[in-house]
């Protein structure tokens, strides 16, 4: 029912900048709260920010000031732009949809960053 892609990861060198992008099937997008998490190899996955329905944000208090995450809902789309970014940023980016505490994700993509 509900297919999420992830794209605009790669790799970076520090205090550089990207912008991840998530597109999720479905016409009923702009109802649901997203997120981005991320997973650092060897680490947990871990929350790094939401955008609710209507776009109220949390970002993780590593990231505040240096992310955003924003949506398009005409485009089923979230975003997450990323600058300042550290070494310690690196992992697998993925996007999620919350579905009334259904948690749908995308397969990720990889974020590197180099010192």
């Known amino acids: 029912q509900v297919q999420l892609v992830e794209s605009g990861g790669g790799l970076v060198q520090a205090g550089g900048s990207l912008r991840l992008s998530c597109v999720a099937s479905g016409s009923i997008f702009g109802i649901y709260n997203m997120g981005w998490y991320r997973q650092a190899p060897g680490k947990q996955r871990e929350l790094v920010a939401t955008i609710t329905s209507g776009r109220r944000t949390y970002y993780a208090d590593s990231v505040k000031g240096r992310f955003t995450i924003s949506r398009e809902n005409a485009k089923n789309m979230v975003y997450l732009q990323m600058s300042s970014l550290k070494p310690e940023d690196t992992g697998v980016y993925s996007c999620?949809?919350?579905?009334?505490?259904?948690?749908?994700w995308g397969t990720g993509t990889l974020v590197t960053v180099s010192s």
């Open positions: 999620n949809l919350d579905r009334g505490g259904i948690n749908y």
